[in-house]
C-alpha cells in the first residue's frame, strides 16, 4: 500500500509541475483560454491525488505548494482587479451628462 502511495504523490509531481509550466507553452501559440482551463484541471487533479498520497512526504508538500499557489494566485488577481477599479470601493459612475454622447448613424 505504501508504494501505490508513492506512485501517487510522483503523478500529483508531475502534475504539479505540467499545471506551472503547460500554461505558458499553451498561451504561447495563442490559446490562452485553453491553458487556463488545462492549469486549473490540472491543479484540480494535483490536489486530488496529493490528498490521496499524503502519508508520504512528497504528496504533503504538493498539495501544500498547490493549495498555496492558488492562494497567491487568487490574491493577486483580486489585487490586480482593485487596482484596475481604482481602490475606492465607493466609486460612483460617471453621470450621462460627463459621458461623451455617441453619435448614431443616420438612417
Given at each position: 500500500m505504501n508504494n501505490d502511495k508513492r506512485i501517487l504523490a510522483f503523478i500529483s509531481l508531475g502534475l504539479l509541475l505540467t499545471s506551472l509550466l503547460g500554461p505558458f507553452f499553451m498561451a504561447a501559440n495563442g490559446r490562452a483560454d485553453l491553458a487556463i482551463s488545462f492549469a486549473a484541471v490540472a491543479?484540480?487533479?494535483?490536489?486530488?491525488?496529493?490528498?490521496f498520497s499524503w502519508s508520504e512526504r512528497i504528496g504533503r508538500v504538493v498539495t501544500i505548494v498547490c493549495l498555496a499557489t492558488t492562494v497567491i494566485g487568487g490574491l493577486v488577481v483580486y489585487g490586480a482587479h482593485r487596482f484596475r477599479d481604482g481602490f475606492s470601493a465607493d466609486a460612483t459612475p460617471r453621470s450621462p451628462e460627463v459621458a461623451t454622447p455617441v453619435e448614431t448613424?443616420?438612417?
Open positions: 491543479a484540480l487533479l494535483t490536489l486530488l491525488f496529493g490528498m448613424p443616420p438612417r
